[in-house]
């Protein structure tokens, strides 16, 4: 895991995740002496590291696509990086390793196939046994029609590199305009544009008619350096929805895409962004659906939102400028707004805020 403190070399070090040159890397720490050694040097992110034997650090990485996820080792000296997850797993790859480092479960799946599980040993990746096939669900969805996915990146005027998941309708004709619906999540919390089995809901959309896309702006966990990643501090709401907002107005711009009406929808921190998408950029927007949006973060639980927006005793205006109710005026599309008033999580009082908001300035 990300905060577990392995021990190497029979006791004299351990091993430290630390983003201080500009990348997650993995550094060796003498016990003794307290020198530091870094292992994995170059310019990518650990994703995550999972155990060390006598010889090597097993570690989870992308280097060349931030998309995707693969199962790695480094020697203890810092040699002899080698990707020890094979070819034919394209995609994203999570391991439950054993703590002797022998063994390990192995999900594997990407836009084309499923979920498949199996037990392998760790040092060469051979199967031992398959757990999980979906056979039976790969079979019934060679019935259905379904659609292509593809990935792309586009660049915002700001010079920001964004990658995104794009699914087209069944019998997509390029000729034609189609509405795009984003799927919005981004916030630090989560991952959307990856390389992962398709959602049923994403494709039953795409039959309808509907290009779906999937984007992620800086702030989210992606294997783009530190930066990238803390560059949302104190700017939740404002920094993430203007990465969207300026990706959205490339898409925009594709022959196939209709720029009149262009719809967007998320879930939590999902429907807090697609609030502030439809508040704060009503020219691009046409239409939302929020479900269970944070829509004032003083309303939201203190060790998410103040490790992402520092204290409200310190920088109340930073919670309250990346509030998607100070923006609630600017409403000029249609929005639905879903909420369950059981929710424990994003409290049902932030939805009455917001509904108070809109009608106090008259918007439907």
């Given at each position: ?323 998607p109710v100070t923006y609630a005026k600017n409403l000029e599309g249609n929005l639905l707004l879903v909420h369950g008033t059981g929710d424990d999580n994003v409290h049902y009082q932030n939805s009455e805020v917001l509904v108070n908001e809109l009608i106090k300035e008259n918007k439907q």
């Amino acid at each position: 895991g990300m905060n577990a403190l392995n021990i190497l070399e029979d006791g004299k070090s351990f091993l430290r995740l630390s983003e201080t040159d500009g990348w997650r890397h993995a550094y060796k720490v003498d016990i003794k002496t307290g020198k530091t050694e870094l292992l994995t040097d170059g310019e990518y992110d650990v994703a995550s590291s999972y155990v060390a034997d006598s010889k090597n650090l097993y570690f989870n990485a992308s280097p060349d696509n931030a998309t995707q996820r693969y199962l790695y080792k480094i020697g203890l000296d810092g040699k002899g990086m080698k990707r020890l997850t094979p070819k034919e797993y394209a995609g994203i790859n999570k391991y439950n390793v054993s703590p002797n480092g022998k063994y390990a479960l192995h999900y594997h799946s990407n836009i084309e196939k499923p979920l498949s599980v199996r037990l392998i040993n760790v040092k060469d990746h051979s199967v031992i046994e398959t757990m999980v096939e979906n056979k039976a669900f790969i079979e019934k969805l060679k019935g259905l029609d379904l659609p292509e996915t593809s990935f792309f990146s586009v660049t915002t005027e700001d010079g920001i590199e964004v990658d995104g998941k794009m699914t087209k309708p069944t019998d997509f004709d390029k000729k034609k305009k189609y509405i795009v619906l984003f799927y919005v999540y981004g916030e630090p919390a989560g991952q959307v544009a990856k390389d992962e089995s398709m959602g049923l809901w994403e494709m039953m959309m795409a039959q309808k008619g509907y290009v779906v896309i999937a984007m992620d702006n800086r702030g989210t966990p992606c294997l783009k350096g530190s930066e990238w990643r803390k560059s949302i501090y104190r700017k939740i709401g404002v920094i993430n929805a203007r990465d969207q907002a300026l990706a959205a107005k490339e898409v925009l711009k594709w022959d196939f895409i209709d720029p009149e009406r262009t719809a967007v929808w998320g879930w939590s921190g999902g429907g807090s962004m697609t609030l502030n998408l439809m508040f704060r950029y009503p020219e691009i927007y046409t239409a939302g659906i929020s479900v269970a949006p944070v829509a004032d973060q003083l309303l939201y639980d203190n060790i998410y939102q103040e490790r992402y927006m520092g204290l409200k005793s310190e920088n109340e205006e930073d919670f309250i400028e990346g509030s998607p109710v100070t923006y609630a005026k600017n409403l000029e599309g249609n929005l639905l707004l879903v909420h369950g008033t059981g929710d424990d999580n994003v409290h049902y009082q932030n939805s009455e805020v917001l509904v108070n908001e809109l009608i106090k300035e008259n918007k439907q």
